[in-house]
């Protein structure tokens, strides 16, 4: 239980990092879909009883997504479509 509260405030400190540091640079909108967009999956794999890091993968000690047979990763339309 102390585990699962530790990494909710490690995850909420991140998310607002994120927010922090994308608006004192001054990006668009958009940049702001792609964290969304890998958040909005795992959250929708973890309701649904999968493993959020099945559709990820270490290369070369970097975290990537998986893609599909068509090589295509999951958008924003297709997760809300998903619902």
Request: proline residues 4%; aromatic residues 4%; negative net charge.
């Amino acid at each position: 239980m102390a585990n699962n509260v530790m990494l909710e405030s490690y995850a909420r400190d991140t998310a607002l990092k994120l927010v922090y540091h994308l608006s004192k640079n001054g990006v668009a909108c958009k940049a702001y879909d792609e964290p969304l967009r890998i958040l909005l999956r795992a959250r929708h794999d973890l309701a649904a009883g999968l493993d959020p890091a099945d559709w990820l993968e270490c290369v070369n000690g970097a975290i990537r997504e998986k893609t599909d047979p068509a090589g295509q990763v999951s958008t924003l339309d297709t997760l809300a479509s998903a619902r």
